[in-house]
């Protein structure tokens, strides 16, 4: 039976110990191609590179049986890079993102540049995952997540997904409790309420640092915060038409807008 | 009776002819307010600035009578600027970002950072609005879009939007007809298509250009697409919950992961 072709991408960094253990997941899996940034993106969003230039260079960093590629662009781009230069006739089986180092629950699915590749990913029309462990640390604890890595991986190829979807995983921290089990969620309400740290550079010129505190909104435990602070896996099956359907025939209604 | 306050943002920059037009048409409906980037920004998504300083300093490119800033972040961190930190106390009645030159439509609104802002506007709770001219010129006209902008911003103004939701409003180009009218639209289906053009640098080294090719799979005559094609202002209300909430069931159903 031929293996699956699995490409592996992630928004930290070929570098990081993240990407470096879902590679190692995904080999026992099938055959692993890796297409990243080549420095750390987080943050991205789904940014793509427009009017400037792209790297994309070989890289032996997960050893001799993976074919790896670093690239300047963002991981939209590292997707689209993969898709239409480096596998070219090839389609994979399987794209995932991760594991990022941070959490991308909720609102944060926005913003992130790991959730971007996969939902690239599923615009491309593969199956995709973005993997993410709510623990920002460098040298962050991922060994509890690995079992759910690979099973919901295999679930995905076995079963396959929607048309047009993807899924955004986020994993509880390393706790003193075991992860009680997956809960498929949808995205919780809440939002970063930011604060903006002024400070003077040594020419006396003004700059800030962004930092944000999160601030959930959500009551239910129907959604991924509920699942991450109960110790559960949490699933947010994603889509990416924006549309809000349910207002269109309002707004018909609503408006009456004549220009002579 | 007091003037509205509309904040006005972009991703094309605060030197660009699109503001100008979108600055100099809102100064009829309100008091107005801009944060925009220093520097074009297309292409951005949904980017923050994360791990990196930001600069935020008066201009006075739109005259006397605009309070202005130019920063060096992204049109998500120049919403998230003005709000928590220029206007602090104050809530605009109305934010709006662009005119953006080029299309937003269909898949691209994911991509666009001109949208990023209008949604950042909606996260934060305010009625936004993002405008785009299909149109890539630096030099695009923009005089046959001005009566709808005023008339689509007055709207809002007046009836406001459902509760995070925004507006992806986009303009055909010049043409010699007249525009037909308002169409509230969803998002077509359509994809990027990418090719990578590949050349190498004065050292030999491999770089690449991606250009894309627009391909609209979408037949119907309900979305973004279709309306530009046949000269009418696209308006589809977005929102940024990107649950795929029709497929939380299925997986819960046909999922059975256990760890032991």
Not at 37 to 51: F, R, V
Not at 56 to 84: M, N, W
Not at 182 to 205: H, L, S, V, Y
């Amino acid at each position: 039976m031929k293996r699956p072709l699995i490409l592996v991408s992630n928004d930290d960094g070929v570098t990081s110990k993240g990407i470096r253990n879902l590679v190692e997941t995904m080999k026992d899996l099938g055959e692993v191609i890796v297409v990243a940034p080549n420095s750390p993106q987080s943050g991205m969003g789904h940014a793509i590179t427009i009017g400037n230039t792209l790297r994309l260079d070989r890289t032996d960093i997960f050893g001799d049986d993976v074919v790896a590629y670093e690239s300047s662009g963002t991981p939209a781009d590292c997707v689209k890079l993969a898709k239409h230069h480096v596998l070219k006739d090839r389609t994979p089986d399987l794209i995932v993102s991760g594991i990022n180092h941070g959490s991308n629950t909720s609102i944060s699915v926005l913003y992130s540049g790991t959730m971007s590749a996969a939902i690239e990913g599923a615009i491309e029309g593969c199956p995709s995952i973005g993997f993410s462990l709510c623990d920002y640390a460098q040298d962050a604890e991922f060994e509890h997540t690995l079992p759910y890595v690979k099973a919901i991986a295999q679930q995905v190829l076995d079963t396959g997904l929607p048309r047009y979807t993807t899924l955004n995983v986020n994993f509880p921290p390393k706790r003193n409790e075991r992860i009680k089990g997956i809960k498929i969620c949808r995205q919780a309400r809440a939002k970063w309420e930011e604060e903006f740290d002024q400070r003077f550079d040594p020419n006396g010129r003004r700059y800030f640092w962004m930092a944000g505190n999160f601030v959930n909104f959500d009551k239910g435990e129907d959604n991924d915060e509920w699942a991450i602070a109960n110790n559960f896996v949490s699933v947010v099956p994603c889509q990416f038409d924006l549309t809000a359907h349910h207002t269109i025939s309002m707004l018909n209604d609503e408006w009456d807008i004549k220009i002579d």
